[in-house]
């Protein structure tokens, strides 16, 4: 590929010329017939292809119907998701365009189809920290209602260090203290 192309997060069916024509032309992927599914996969196949064109999809979420909006929230979801363990710089990319986009309802369907990008992205992290040297604080803002935030750990929500000699949790601030032999859990 060039170098105006990022490398994909997934395997893509889209070649570097049509994420050229995007970029030269947003509004081409809509076409008066274009449905939401349609579009929630051209909007995920462009945005894991090549990331830097999710700020132009938000640009292109706030000139389309509402439908097409949350499509779009969709697919850029889809594609943060499908980066989070592959390519984290890609997910983060896409996570802060969306973030740009000051809408209530788009935030909330990208939040709804990338529930699991935390765990995601955690999951990398974790792999990362236990094969290398040094530590990682890993802290899980996914916090759903009626689960446990620390199972077995009185409830209180904890963060773990993890380094070279083990796992530590330690608890926040205004909590009562937690021991490394306290339930772990890296989602959690």
Do not use: W, Y
């Amino acid at each position: 590929m060039s170098q105006g192309i990022a490398s994909p997060c997934v395997p893509s069916p889209l070649t570097e010329q049509a994420i050229s024509r995007f970029k030269s032309d947003p509004k081409a992927i809509l076409s008066p017939n274009s449905d939401t599914r349609t579009i929630e996969g051209v909007v995920a196949d462009l945005a894991s292809t090549d990331a830097s064109v999710a700020p132009d999809l938000v640009r292109l979420a706030a000139e389309v119907s509402p439908a097409l909006r949350l499509a779009i929230a969709a697919g850029l979801a889809r594609a943060a998701t499908a980066c989070s363990t592959v390519d984290q710089h890609a997910a983060l990319i896409i996570q802060q365009a969306v973030a740009g986009f000051d809408d209530g309802a788009f935030q909330s369907a990208f939040a709804s189809v990338a529930e699991d990008l935390s765990t995601a992205a955690t999951s990398a992290a974790l792999s990362s920290a236990t094969s290398s040297v040094g530590s990682v604080v890993i802290v899980n803002p996914n916090r759903s209602p009626g689960s446990p935030k620390n199972p077995g750990g009185g409830g209180r929500t904890a963060i773990f260090q993890i380094n070279s000699g083990g796992v530590a949790a330690a608890s926040r601030p205004g909590t009562s203290s937690s021991t490394a032999a306290s339930p772990v859990s890296a989602t959690r």
